[in-house]
């Protein structure tokens, strides 16, 4: 099977973006570019507000990603986590479109009889170890996330070796906003490896405002303009695959 490349923005935050743009309309504008906006929200164990909370689903929820919440003791383990699953949804999601074009406008992989299903779900799991993935990292570093950098670095790092195994290639790119002209400050241009991350961390500085629109926006823009649908090039080789 042909295969394309899935697009994320990873982004990581504890909320309460204060200036641009609204960050949701900026995740639904990646949604539409075929760039899904995952985000895991990092929060002390004693805080509870609620509104930077509903934020932080609220651009998961636009840009057709993930969005969990953690403290931040279980950031490494959520950051992979989060990244495949929100991997596993997007190729469902093209799958689906696939078999409504088949079979009628109403069907999906849950209305397949058990075997075919079983069937389709092989297909899910190959294209989840082989698919190509570039994920642009998008860390906020404003007052508020001072003290959990340090962990964002580790759990970043372990993203990196997690998706090692994986047979298909990565891309990753990281910023940080605020950025000193910009709302993002670009700290890894893209890269197969993340190795490098803890020498750019050292160099972080946080504080000021919180753009997250704007830095979705700029994010965006740092994906190629090659096709950003689909990555199932090879429509017989699936219907051959997944028994159709």
């Not at 799991?125 to 906020?140: A, N, Q």
Request: charged share 20%; net charge negative.
């Amino acid at each position: 099977m042909k295969k394309g490349t899935l697009k994320q923005i990873l982004l990581i935050t504890d909320g309460c973006s204060n200036q641009g743009e609204d960050p949701a309309a900026m995740a639904a504008l990646a949604k539409e570019q075929g760039i899904a906006v995952n985000v895991i929200g990092v929060i002390h164990d004693h805080q509870s507000d609620d509104s930077g909370i509903r934020e932080i689903e609220d651009i998961a929820l636009a840009g057709g990603g993930i969005s969990q919440i953690v403290h931040t003791k279980q950031l490494s383990q959520t950051v992979q986590m989060v990244t495949r699953q929100a991997m596993t949804q997007t190729i469902k999601g093209v799958i689906n479109q696939e078999l409504q074009n088949i079979l009628g406008d109403h069907e999906t992989m849950e209305d397949l009889p058990p075997e075919k299903r079983g069937k389709v779900m092989e297909v899910v799991d190959e294209l989840g170890e082989t698919v190509d993935l570039e994920v642009c990292i998008l860390v906020d570093t404003s007052a508020s996330m001072k003290s959990k950098l340090p962990t964002v670095q580790e759990a970043l790092l372990d993203l990196s070796i997690s998706l090692n195994s994986r047979m298909g290639n990565n891309q990753f790119c990281l910023y940080s906003f605020p950025g000193k002209r910009h709302a993002t400050n670009k700290l890894m241009a893209w890269t197969p490896q993340i190795d490098s991350i803890s020498s750019v961390f050292t160099k972080l500085a946080s504080g000021g405002i919180t753009p997250t629109g704007p830095a979705i926006r700029e994010a965006i823009q740092t994906f190629s303009k090659t096709s950003r649908r689909s990555f199932l090039s090879d429509d017989e080789s699936f219907y051959e695959e997944s028994g159709y």
